[in-house]
């Protein structure tokens, strides 16, 4: 049976004694690094399926690190764990590639199924034919995370990029706020949902130097993506 490769950051002995022998009770192979300067060689190392990083590290925090295994993976799933609570917090955490986010304290199981989750999430995305789509003025690339429009391009996060791709395939068409979050992060709870209205914002203004694209908010149900 093939291991899930699981690269666990955590500086809290006790717990991270506690998350990597349950982990590894159920069938998974984890790597624990405590220290933020020794991840990178750890991930390159181990090539992980999966990274469970703790925010506040010694040396080199958990978005930082996020960022730099983005440059080296840009679909390995990412859970952050920490004890931060604030929005702007975890926030910057999807900014910087993150694609769940889990707080202190927490169960195993929670971890479990979250983990499970996002692998089935990723894996749908990575194996679903991904062309370049036109969408107005610009040309869309989901498998690269690329946004072009002559010769400027603009790299995207993982979420935008999943998000785009879910808008630009039913350019015109209502798309149910549910369905959009299901398919992005897996959950449509009030937080994600919170989120989901960041990025739309924020596709909005990559999407704005084209006047006949527009992502119309349709209260109570989703969105229109309009293509002119």
């Known amino acids: 049976m093939i291991k899930i490769k699981v690269l666990y950051v955590e500086d809290e002995p006790f717990l991270g004694k506690i998350v990597k022998e349950s982990l ?26 999966i990274a469970v990083l ?33 929005t702007d917090d975890l926030i910057k955490g999807f900014e910087v590639g993150g694609n769940d986010y889990l707080r202190k304290p927490f169960s195993m199981e929670e971890l479990i199924i979250r983990i499970n ?20 003025k610009f040309e869309f690339a989901p498998h690269r995370y690329e946004l072009r429009k002559d010769q400027t391009i603009r790299k995207l996060s993982h979420r935008e990029a999943v998000l785009l791709q879910i808008l630009a395939e039913n350019q015109n068409n209502n798309i149910e706020r549910k369905k959009i979050l299901m398919r ?35 209260k109570g149900v989703g969105y229109r993506f309009v293509v002119g």
């Open 24 to 49: 590894e009770s159920r069938q998974f192979e984890v790597r624990m690094v405590a220290d933020g300067k020794e991840v990178m060689a750890a991930f390159t190392e181990m090539k992980p399926d």
């Open 54 to 86: 703790d925010v506040m590290l010694p040396n080199k925090d958990g978005y930082t690190l996020a960022k730099e295994i983005r440059e080296l993976n840009s679909t390995i799933p990412l859970i952050f764990v920490t004890a931060k609570t604030q």
């Open 184 to 218: 992005v992060w897996g959950d449509d709870s009030f937080f994600n949902s919170r989120n989901l209205d960041v990025y739309i914002t924020k596709l909005r203004d990559y999407l704005k130097e084209d006047s006949s694209i527009e992502i119309i908010t349709i």
């Open 117 to 136: 989750n996002l692998l089935q999430l990723t894996q749908k995305q990575i194996t679903a034919p991904q062309e370049n789509i036109t969408v107005g």
